[in-house]
Every structure is written in C-alpha cells, then in structure tokens.
C-alpha cells in the first residue's frame, strides 16, 4: 500500500508486488484476482525489463495454470510456451527453470490426452532430473510419478505402479508423512487403485490423503475439495 501511494501503479517496484499477489491468490484457488494480478505483473515487466525476463516467466508459468483449469487449452499452452521459450533464452536447455517449465506443460498435454507428445517431454526431464539431482531428490518424485502416468495409459499397470511406490518412497523420506507433497502421492496412487476397480487400496490411500491433509490444514480449508 505504500508503495501503490507514493509511486502509483506505474512503477517498476509493483511488478515484483503485483506478482507476488497474484501467485498468492492463485494458490488460494482466486482465480479472477490472481488473473488480474498476474496480466498487471506481466505487462509492468515487459515495460520496464523488456520482452525477455524471469517475471513475465513467472507470470505466464501461473497464467497458464489459471487458463488450463478454467478449461481455455489453447491460451495455456502458448502461454506455457513463451515460457519455456523464456527459460532457455535466459538459461539455456539444461537448467531446473526450463526443465520446470517443460514438465509443467508436459503435465498439460497428459490432461488432455496427448500421451505421445507429454512422453516424450517427460522422459527427456526424467533423465535431466535423475543426472542433475540424482536417484534420491524430492524432485524425482514427481518425475516418477509422471512416469506412472505415462505407463499407466500404456496399460502397463504393474510398471505403473513400481513408478508411484518410487515416487512415495521418496516423498516420505524427504518429507515426512505429514506434508502436502505426500498428500499428493497417496491421492495419485489412490485414483489409479481405483482406476483398476481395486477399491479396497483406493479407499485406503485417498483416505491416507484425507488424513494428512486435515492434519495439515485443518477441516475447513480448499485443499480438502479434491
């Protein structure tokens, strides 16, 4: 607020602000605020550091996430691609940013069925992970678990399955049982159980899911809605 008073909206310090606000009220599930957040942000950043920078990276990181969810794929993708295309221009092919960024939209095309082209992004960040890493690092988890996505729309259940164990293997190892990521792990494992009509380790792990996410964050909170 003092910032907004003394300089304006016009100024270079409420870019870093605007983003800032706008990934907070994404990750508090606001999406029209954190939209207009986030659009203010990015064009500030290109006023004031041009085309090529890591906040209007940012920016479209979380945009695209916003769009996707709101069900607008097109928009969320060339979105996401900008931003990648951000990344290496600023850090190159192998760097954890671009790599994000990549599985990021990696995750997109997964979604949306596109199991071909989100493989093959993801096997070349599984192996970027596993070498910058190593086997042993909380970023594998989510490689793993992408992984078992991609198996598991292969009908290669079993393989599947070895990738998610790996993946909460080490979210628990890392993270301890009572944390968002291990959450997301049993969530993940639970649904494919499920998918299989295994109801009995579906229940099981979703319940586990439920369990930690109360522990975490109490009864009355959004991250129990899903």
């Known amino acids: 607020d003092f910032i907004l008073r003394k300089y304006g909206e016009d ?3 409420m870019t870093s602000i605007r983003l800032h606000l706008g990934v907070f009220y994404h990750t508090t599930s606001k999406r029209k605020i954190a ?4 659009e203010a942000a990015m064009a500030l950043a290109k006023k004031f550091y041009g085309d090529v920078n890591m906040k209007i990276a940012k ?8 769009y996707y969810n709101d069900g607008n794929i097109k928009i969320s993708l060339e979105l996401q691609y900008e931003c990648i295309d951000i990344c290496k221009a600023i850090y190159g092919e192998e760097h954890p940013e671009t790599i994000s960024a990549l599985e990021q939209v990696a995750s997109f095309h997964l979604g949306e069925g596109n199991i071909s082209k989100g493989e093959s992004i993801i096997k070349k960040t599984y192996e970027f992970n596993k070498k910058f890493f190593g086997e042993s690092h909380p970023q594998l988890a989510r490689s793993y678990n992408r992984m078992g996505i991609i198996c598991f729309e292969k009908d290669k259940f ?6 998610y164990e790996k993946s909460r ?5 890392c993270y301890g049982i009572y944390n968002k990521e291990t959450a997301r792990v049993y969530h993940d494992i639970g649904n494919r159980y499920k998918n299989l009509k ?11 899911a439920l369990e930690i996410r109360r522990h975490i964050f109490g009864e009355d909170h959004y991250e129990l809605s899903w």
Do not use: F, G, R
Request: hydrophobic share 40%; aromatic share 10%.
């Open 11 to 13: 100024h270079y310090l």
């Open 35 to 38: 939209t207009e957040n986030l």
């Open 59 to 66: 920016c479209q990181k979380y945009l695209s996430w916003i």
């Open 158 to 163: 079993k393989e599947a399955l070895d990738w």
């Open 169 to 173: 293997k080490i979210a628990l190892e």
């Open 198 to 208: 295994d109801l009995d380790k579906s229940m099981e792990n979703l319940e586990k």
